[in-house]
C-alpha cells in the first residue's frame, strides 16, 4: 500500500455514511415525485422538494418539521385560494398579500422554533398560491389542494426512506451536560467563599452562564417529536432559572464578602465551613450520571443520587448554618442564606428530573419577545411585497409572479436568521448554480423526453449531487437552495414544452427575487446581529427600569423571568457574533445581580427596617436604576458600572442590623 491510498482511503470511508444518506434522500425525492405524478397532482415536483426540505439529522426534528410545514402549507393555500376567488385585481391582489406576509412574518418572528416555521409557510405559501393561480386561473383549485397533497406525499416517502436511518436526539448527553453544569455552579460558590470574587471564580461565571444559555437553545430541538421530553424540557428551564438566580446570588455574595473582609474572623470560618459543604456536594453532583430515558432506581436513593456516594451535607446543616452567622454578623448571615435557599432550589429542581413526575411543574420560564424587531420584520416584508407587486402591476410583466414566489420565500422564511442579509448571500449562490443547471436540463437533456422513468434517469444524478453536497457541513447551505431551485425550474413530471428563452427569463425573474430580498435585509429595513444585540440590551436594561419603579410583586416576577430569558438570548447571539462576546457576558451576569439587588432594595424598603439615611439611599439608587437608557455609555458598561453602585448600595442600606448586634458593626 503507497503512503498516498492510507489517507485517500480515510477520506472515502468518512464520506460513506454521507453519500448513503444522499441516495436515500435522492430515493425519497424521485419516489415521491413519482406517487404525486402517479396520482395525477398538480405540480408534482412539490412533493420531491417536500421530501428534500424535510429531512433533518433527528428523527423527532423530521416528524415535527414534517408536521408545521404541512399546518404552514394547509393555512397559506387556503388563504391564497380565498384571496384569488375574491379578486384578480393585481394591484388588490398585491394590496392584500402584502398584509398577509406582513401578518405571518410579524407573528412568526415573536414565536421560537417549528411554531415560527409554519407561521413563515403560511405566509409563503399564500403568495406561491396567489401567483401560480393568477397564471393558470381554470385550474386554480387542482393548484391550491395539489399543493398540500404533494406535501403530504413529500412527508410520507420522506419518513419511508429515511426515517429509520435517522437516529434519535442525543438527550442524554445534554443532560450530561445540565448536570455538570449544576456541579460546576456548586464548585464555583464554594471557590467564591473561599477567595472571593477573583480572577477563577469570575471566568467560572462566565463559562457557567454560557453553558446555561447553550443548553436552553437546544432544548426546543432536542425535544421535538417527544411529548415526554417536553414535559420533562419545563422542568430543565426551572432548573436553568434555579441556577440563573444563583449566579446573581453569588455575584451579589461575592461583592458583600470583599467588601467585609477582615473586619471579623468568624467571617472566614462560616465561609469555610459552607465551603467545605458545597465541595462535598459539588462532587457528589459530578458522579450524577442521569438518564431518564432509562433510569436504573435499583441504584439510587431517595434523594436521587447513587448510594455509593458520600453523604450529602442535609439542607437542615447547611440553612442552620447560615442562621447561625446571621444572628451575630447580619450582612454575611443574609449572603449565606441566600446562597443556601438558591441551592436548595437547584437541588429540588435536579431531583424533579430524577422523578421524571407525570404531571409538570408550573413554567416560570417567559421568553424573550422582541415586538419591535417583529413589527420591523413584518413592514419589511410588506414594502418588499408592494414594490415587486406594484411594479408587475404596472408593466404587467410576464415572469413577474415567479420574482414574487421567490421573494416572499427569502423575506419571510429567513427574517428570523440572525443575518439573514449574510444567509441571502449564499442562497443567491446556490440558486444561481441550481438555475444555469436547470435551464441546461430541461432545454438539452430533457427537450422532448415525456416519458417518467427517463426523466427520473436524467434528473437523478443532478439531485445526487446536490444532496450529497446538502450533507457536506461547508458546502449545506448553498447546496439545500440549488438543490430546490434545480427542481423548482426544471419542473419534472410536468409535461409542458418549454422555450429555452423563457425557461432562462424565469430563472432570471427568481434570482431576481432572492436579489431583491437581500437588498431588503440589507438596505430597505436592515438587520444584523449588531442591532439584534442593541435591541436586546435596551430591552434588559428597559426591564431593570421597570423593575426599580415597579409597585406590584406579581409583575416583577414577570419582569425577572424574562429578563433572564433575555440575558439568555443575549449572551448566544453574542457569542456566535461578537468576538469582545466575554464583555457582553458579563454584562448579562451584571444585569441578573441587578435584578436580584433590585428585589433586596425593596424588600428592605417594604418591612421599613432601615434607618432613614438607609431609605433614603436605597431610593436614590432606585431613582438612578430606573434612568439607565439616558446615560452614555455601551450598554454592557452601563450594566457593570450600575451594578457595582448598587453593591454600594447594599453594603451600606443593608447593613441596619449590624448597629444594633452586640458584635459591633460591619
Known amino acids: 500500500?503507497?503512503?498516498?491510498?492510507?489517507?485517500?482511503?480515510?477520506?472515502?470511508?468518512?464520506?460513506?455514511?454521507?453519500?448513503?444518506?444522499?441516495?436515500?434522500?435522492?430515493?425519497?425525492?424521485?419516489?415521491?415525485?413519482a406517487a404525486a405524478e402517479f396520482l395525477g397532482l398538480a405540480c408534482p415536483y412539490w412533493a420531491a422538494m417536500t421530501a428534500l426540505i424535510v429531512i433533518q439529522p433527528t428523527r423527532g426534528l423530521l416528524l415535527e418539521k414534517s408536521f408545521y410545514r404541512l399546518l404552514g402549507t394547509a393555512v397559506g393555500s387556503a388563504a391564497g385560494l380565498l384571496l384569488l376567488l375574491g379578486t384578480r385585481s393585481p394591484l388588490v391582489l398585491t394590496l392584500a398579500l402584502c398584509l398577509w406576509v406582513a401578518a405571518c412574518v410579524g407573528v412568526g418572528n415573536l414565536m421560537y422554533g417549528l411554531r415560527s416555521y409554519a407561521s413563515m409557510m403560511a405566509g409563503c405559501t399564500c403568495v406561491v398560491i396567489a401567483m401560480s393561480g393568477y397564471q393558470n386561473l381554470p385550474h386554480l383549485y387542482d393548484i391550491a389542494f395539489g399543493r398540500v397533497a404533494c406535501i403530504i406525499v413529500g412527508i410520507i416517502f420522506a419518513t419511508l426512506v429515511t426515517a429509520l436511518f435517522t437516529p434519535r436526539q442525543p438527550r442524554a448527553e445534554l443532560l450530561g451536560r445540565l448536570d455538570r453544569v449544576a456541579a460546576q455552579s456548586v464548585s464555583w460558590l464554594a471557590l467564591l467563599l473561599h477567595q472571593g470574587r477573583g480572577k477563577e471564580p469570575a471566568r467560572m461565571e462566565q463559562q457557567i452562564l454560557i453553558e446555561l444559555a447553550l443548553i436552553e437553545g437546544q432544548l426546543d430541538a432536542v425535544g421535538a417529536g417527544s411529548l415526554r421530553f417536553k414535559k420533562q424540557a419545563r422542568r430543565i428551564r426551572g432548573l436553568i432559572i434555579s441556577l440563573l438566580s444563583l449566579l446573581a446570588v453569588g455575584r451579589l455574595a461575592g461583592e458583600q464578602l470583599a467588601r467585609h473582609d477582615g473586619l471579623d474572623h468568624r467571617h472566614g470560618m462560616w465561609r469555610d465551613q459552607l465551603a467545605g459543604h458545597l465541595e462535598l456536594?459539588?462532587?457528589?453532583?459530578?458522579?450524577?450520571?442521569?438518564?431518564?430515558?432509562?433510569?436504573?432506581?435499583?441504584?439510587?436513593?431517595?434523594?436521587?443520587?447513587?448510594?455509593?456516594?458520600?453523604?450529602?451535607?442535609?439542607?437542615?446543616?447547611?440553612?442552620?448554618?447560615?442562621?447561625?452567622?446571621?444572628?451575630?454578623?447580619?450582612?454575611?448571615?443574609?449572603?449565606?442564606?441566600?446562597?443556601?435557599?438558591?441551592?436548595?432550589?437547584?437541588?429540588?429542581?435536579?431531583?424533579?428530573?430524577?422523578?421524571?413526575?407525570?404531571?409538570?411543574?408550573?413554567?416560570?420560564?417567559?421568553?424573550?419577545?422582541?415586538?419591535?424587531?417583529?413589527?420591523?420584520?413584518?413592514?419589511?416584508?410588506?414594502?418588499?411585497?408592494?414594490?415587486?407587486?406594484?411594479?408587475?402591476?404596472?408593466?404587467?410583466?410576464?415572469?413577474?409572479?415567479?420574482m414574487l414566489m421567490a421573494m416572499s420565500i427569502m423575506i419571510s422564511i429567513f427574517s428570523t436568521k440572525e443575518h439573514p442579509a449574510a444567509f441571502i448571500g449564499n442562497v443567491f449562490i446556490g440558486a444561481a448554480i441550481g438555475s444555469v443547471a436547470a435551464v441546461f436540463c430541461r432545454a438539452v437533456l430533457l427537450q422532448g423526453v415525456t416519458g417518467p422513468l427517463l426523466t427520473g434517469a436524467i434528473v437523478a444524478p443532478f439531485l445526487l449531487l446536490g444532496v450529497f453536497a446538502m450533507t457536506q457541513p461547508r458546502t449545506a447551505s448553498a447546496a439545500t437552495d440549488a438543490t430546490l431551485f434545480f427542481i423548482f425550474t426544471t419542473q419534472p413530471g410536468m409535461p409542458v414544452a418549454v422555450v429555452p428563452y423563457d425557461l432562462a427569463l424565469g430563472a432570471i425573474a427568481m434570482m431576481m427575487g432572492v436579489g431583491s430580498a437581500w437588498i431588503s435585509y440589507r438596505y430597505l429595513i436592515p438587520v444584523n446581529p449588531a442591532r439584534r444585540l442593541r435591541s436586546l440590551?435596551?430591552?434588559?436594561?428597559?426591564?431593570?427600569?421597570?423593575?426599580?419603579?415597579?409597585?406590584?410583586?406579581?409583575?416583577?416576577?414577570?419582569?425577572?423571568?424574562?429578563?433572564?430569558?433575555?440575558?439568555?438570548?443575549?449572551?448566544?447571539?453574542?457569542?456566535?457574533?461578537?468576538?469582545?462576546?466575554?464583555?457582553?457576558?458579563?454584562?448579562?451576569?451584571?444585569?441578573?445581580?441587578?435584578?436580584?439587588?433590585?428585589?433586596?432594595?425593596?424588600?428592605?424598603?417594604?418591612?421599613?427596617?432601615?434607618?432613614?439615611?438607609s431609605c433614603g439611599i436605597m431610593r436614590e439608587a432606585l431613582l438612578s436604576l430606573s434612568a439607565l437608557n439616558q446615560r452614555p455609555g455601551s450598554a454592557a458598561q452601563v450594566l457593570e458600572s450600575a451594578a457595582h453602585t448598587l453593591y454600594e448600595v447594599l453594603g451600606k442600606g443593608l447593613a441596619w442590623g449590624a448597629s444594633e448586634s452586640p458584635e459591633g458593626s460591619l
Open 1 to 33: 500500500m503507497t503512503p498516498a491510498s492510507s489517507p485517500l482511503r480515510r477520506a472515502c470511508s468518512r464520506q460513506l455514511p454521507r453519500l448513503a444518506a444522499a441516495v436515500r434522500g435522492t430515493a425519497a425525492a424521485l419516489t415521491a415525485l
Open 281 to 402: 456536594l459539588a462532587g457528589n453532583l459530578e458522579a450524577v450520571d442521569r438518564n431518564l430515558e432509562d433510569l436504573d432506581d435499583n441504584l439510587k436513593v431517595p434523594g436521587g443520587y447513587p448510594a455509593t456516594q458520600k453523604p450529602v451535607p442535609p439542607a437542615s446543616a447547611l440553612t442552620a448554618l447560615a442562621a447561625e452567622a446571621r444572628a451575630h454578623l447580619p450582612l454575611l448571615g443574609e449572603t449565606l442564606t441566600e446562597i443556601v435557599a438558591s441551592l436548595g432550589r437547584v437541588l429540588t429542581e435536579c431531583d424533579s428530573l430524577n422523578d421524571a413526575p407525570k404531571e409538570p411543574t408550573p413554567g416560570r420560564f417567559l421568553r424573550h419577545r422582541d415586538w419591535r424587531e417583529a413589527c420591523r420584520a413584518a413592514l419589511r416584508a410588506a414594502l418588499a411585497i408592494a414594490c415587486i407587486g406594484v411594479t408587475w402591476s404596472l408593466t404587467g410583466w410576464v415572469q413577474g409572479p415567479l
Open 537 to 613: 440590551l435596551v430591552a434588559i436594561m428597559g426591564d431593570l427600569q421597570l423593575l426599580a419603579s415597579q409597585q406590584f410583586p406579581q409583575p416583577s416576577e414577570k419582569l425577572q423571568a424574562r429578563l433572564q430569558h433575555r440575558v439568555i438570548r443575549l449572551v448566544v447571539l453574542a457569542k456566535g457574533h461578537d468576538c469582545d462576546y466575554l464583555e457582553l457576558v458579563e454584562g448579562g451576569i451584571a444585569a441578573l445581580a441587578l435584578a436580584r439587588g433590585i428585589r433586596l432594595l425593596k424588600e428592605a424598603l417594604d418591612i421599613g427596617q432601615p434607618s432613614c439615611d
